[in-house]
């Protein structure tokens, strides 16, 4: 450890988001005790919580039975950002990767020097924060970091549409896969997770794992793999699900209704592409071996209920099996496992591999075959590129000195 950061558990903690990981981050921190303000840009989001709280709860599965429930009222709940984050410690940004410019450009000019940022699930953000921290001319010394997935699987309960102040986590991840922009902040990013209510289940459990810079966090994000393929080529079943099959509308669930092992050798496919990129450009990323891709909770499972003394799925979710352990969604194809995942995800993976010389044609397919169903080109009708994300001009010295020390050539 570089830094002592226990400065940061007598420090009110800033949630980003008035969405389902927002919402659980920020009720999560508040049961354990702790001061937490809650910020999000949209007033509908935030209506009802100042008089009914937030309802935290869930079934919440993991290895070690990790659970904390209850009902909150929060100490600030606001769309003035400079009220939520000012005097915090931790800034947790948790909002869709489309949120992420106005998020993060309204924060920079607010920035106080000792904050630590992190961001779930970080699509790139991280990257885009630097960026914009340069070009607005801050130089605050702040903590800039994400994760390749959220502390839960949440969702906000909806009743015809209308939605609940509560929000139920149906697992808890035991570890996650984090890093920072730079990396020579690593150890202190990870010691900080120590003063993060919600991640108390990674922390407590198996422990935050330190990535190999920002990139790797963006191969780390399961997203793309699992929800591209299974939405694309599960489509009609989730088209049908309701109108021709008579199910109940909203009940339909990639992982119980969708996944078969069609789709699953897809998915291994998409993921070897994935390594070659990354090995192209010299990073290390999680590896995952065939079978793990075989159950109806994909290579999500191991997030929550880790692995055996072999390096196997404690749990598997046989294909050949009924299973309603998967959140429900996507509901149509405007849903963000296809308007994030792809534009966002499956889009900067595609121009990592021409930058670098890596042939993605299942990944190619994907960005295709969805942007059809919405009449439109994914590869274009997108502003997720490297120059976006200010590392179009670096060559491969260059990038990894930038991830690595923040230093542009």
Avoid at 63 to 77: I, K
Avoid at 117 to 123: L, Q, S, Y
Wanted: proline share 5%; net charge negative; charged share 20%.
């Amino acid at each position: 450890m570089k830094n002592d950061m226990s400065y940061l558990k007598d420090l009110p903690i800033a949630v980003l988001g008035g969405g389902a990981v927002g919402k659980s981050c920020a009720a999560d921190c508040k049961l354990a005790g702790r001061e937490v303000r809650l910020y999000s840009r949209s007033e509908k989001s935030l209506e009802y919580v100042d008089k009914a709280g937030i309802l935290f709860d869930g079934i919440q599965r993991n290895l070690y039975g990790f659970e904390r429930s209850g009902r909150v009222h929060l100490d600030v709940v606001s769309t003035n950002m400079a009220e939520v984050v000012k005097g915090a410690g931790i800034i947790i940004i948790g909002i869709p990767a489309h949120a992420h410019e106005h998020y993060l450009k309204t924060l920079v000019p607010l920035l106080e020097d000792g904050q630590v940022i992190h961001i779930f699930t970080d699509n790139y953000a991280s990257l885009l924060l630097r960026k914009y921290m340069r070009e607005m001319g801050c130089a605050k010394k702040v903590i800039v970091g994400g994760w390749g997935s959220a502390p839960y699987g949440t969702r906000i309960e909806s009743v015809s549409g209308f939605k609940m102040p509560h929000v139920a986590a149906k697992y808890r991840a035991i570890t996650l896969r984090g890093a920072c922009q730079p990396m020579t902040d690593i150890e202190d990013f990870i010691e900080s997770t120590k003063y993060m209510p919600c991640m108390d289940a990674v922390t407590q459990g198996n422990g935050p794992v330190a990535g190999d810079t920002m990139l790797d966090i963006g191969f780390s994000n399961v997203n793309p793999v699992i929800h591209v393929p299974a939405s694309i080529l599960g489509v009609s079943s989730m088209e049908n699900w309701s109108l021709v099959y008579g199910n109940a509308p909203d009940s339909y669930s990639m992982y119980s209704h969708g996944l078969c092992p069609s789709i699953c050798r897809v998915q291994y496919q998409f993921y070897e592409e994935e390594k070659a990129i990354a090995k192209a450009i010299g990073i290390e990323v999680p590896e995952y071996t065939y079978e793990m891709f075989f159950s109806r909770r994909s290579i999500l499972t191991q997030e929550y209920m880790g692995l055996d003394k072999d390096g196997k799925d404690n749990v598997v979710f046989p294909l050949d099996k009924p299973c309603d352990e998967g959140n429900t969604g996507p509901n149509n194809i405007d849903h963000r496992y296809i308007t994030e995942d792809i534009p966002v995800g499956c889009k900067i993976y595609h121009d990592l591999g021409v930058k670098f010389g890596v042939p993605t044609p299942i990944i190619d397919t994907m960005i295709t075959l969805g942007g059809a169903m919405h009449e439109k080109s994914f590869f274009k009708e997108t502003k997720y590129d490297l120059d976006y994300l200010g590392i179009g001009n670096m060559d491969k010295e260059a990038l990894l000195k930038y991830l690595y020390t923040g230093e542009i050539s």
